[in-house]
């Protein structure tokens, strides 16, 4: 598959999570972030515009503790080597991950 559009062989067949084979892991993170670019391009194909390559990007949390809750960001396709970025433990962090959290809920489930 393409790795810039996660398109497959198959014309107007895109592939995202887990079953894809562009050598991101298999986490909610990058399947979410490899949704939003496909479903990018298919509205540019309906009304036009261009998308920008997948980046194979994702943010993660680490928790080591309810306060303590660090942040890192990986991008596994932008560059010639996969690069990432640690926030380490900040109070940020901690909103952050809450926000994660119960934005998706609310979008998803309406929670
Ligand atoms: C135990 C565990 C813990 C994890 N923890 C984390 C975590 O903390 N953070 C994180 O980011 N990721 C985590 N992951 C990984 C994350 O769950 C996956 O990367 C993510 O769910 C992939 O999304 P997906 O849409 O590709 O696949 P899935 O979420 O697996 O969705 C695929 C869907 O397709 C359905 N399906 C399968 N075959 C068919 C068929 N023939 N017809 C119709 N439907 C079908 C399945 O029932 C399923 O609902 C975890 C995974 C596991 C197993």
């Known amino acids: 598959m393409d790795r ?22 298999r986490a909610g993170t ?5 949704g939003k670019i496909v479903a990018a391009q298919i509205i540019a194909r309906a009304r036009g515009g261009e998308v920008a390559r997948y980046q194979g990007d994702g943010r993660c949390y ?8 660090a942040e890192i960001y990986v991008n596994f396709l932008g560059g010639p080597k996969p690069a990432s970025q640690y926030f ?6 901690v909103a952050n991950k809450q926000h994660f959290g ?6 998803w489930f309406g929670m």
């Open 102 to 107: 119960s934005s998706r809920k609310a979008r």
């Open 30 to 34: 990058f399947a979410e972030g490899a």
């Open 88 to 93: 380490g433990t900040t109070p940020e962090g």
């Open 62 to 69: 680490i928790e080591f503790g309810e306060t303590q809750i």
């Open 4 to 25: 810039a559009t996660l398109q497959t062989r198959f014309p107007d067949v895109y592939a995202i999570g887990d079953v894809t084979s562009v050598g991101t892991p």
